[in-house]
């Protein structure tokens, strides 16, 4: 079982920026595929980034790249991702997720690829 835990969400000014974190349980978490989703009031859950089975490629979705970067920590079993030039359509909460999927190549974009999920951490960008 591996236990994600979110952090560094906030209040913050458009134009801003914000550091989230995703701190992960387990001994295997440089083999995890990593992503992060949002979800707005109001709307469903979308994807937002992912990092490949042990790191080196990733995808963004169109609206955040350019602006946001996931990066990963191995060593701290931690996962980041920094969000520049906020917008208030950026205004969400933010949930980290992790595809255990063994000797996976893949770049998990789907909701359904990943096994385990954070609890959430809230950003709101003001206009």
């Known amino acids: 079982q591996v236990q994600l835990v979110e952090s560094g969400g906030g209040l913050v000014q458009a134009g801003g920026s914000l550091r989230l974190s995703c701190a992960a349980s387990g001994r295997t978490f440089s083999s995890y595929a990593l992503g992060w989703f949002r979800q707005a009031p109001g709307k469903e859950r979308e994807f937002v980034v992912a990092?490949?089975?042990?790191?080196?490629?990733?995808y963004y979705a169109d609206s955040v790249k350019g602006r946001f970067t996931i990066s990963r920590d191995n060593a701290k079993n931690t996962v980041y991702l920094q969000m520049n030039s906020l917008k208030a359509e950026d205004t969400a909460v933010y949930y980290c997720?992790?595809?255990?999927?063994?000797?996976?190549?893949?770049?998990?974009?789907?909701?359904?690829?990943?096994?385990?999920w954070g609890q959430g951490t809230q950003v709101t960008v003001s206009s």
């Open positions: 990092d490949s089975r042990g790191g080196g490629r990733t």
């Open positions: 997720a992790a595809d255990a999927t063994p000797f996976s190549t893949q770049i998990p974009v789907r909701q359904s690829d990943y096994d385990y």
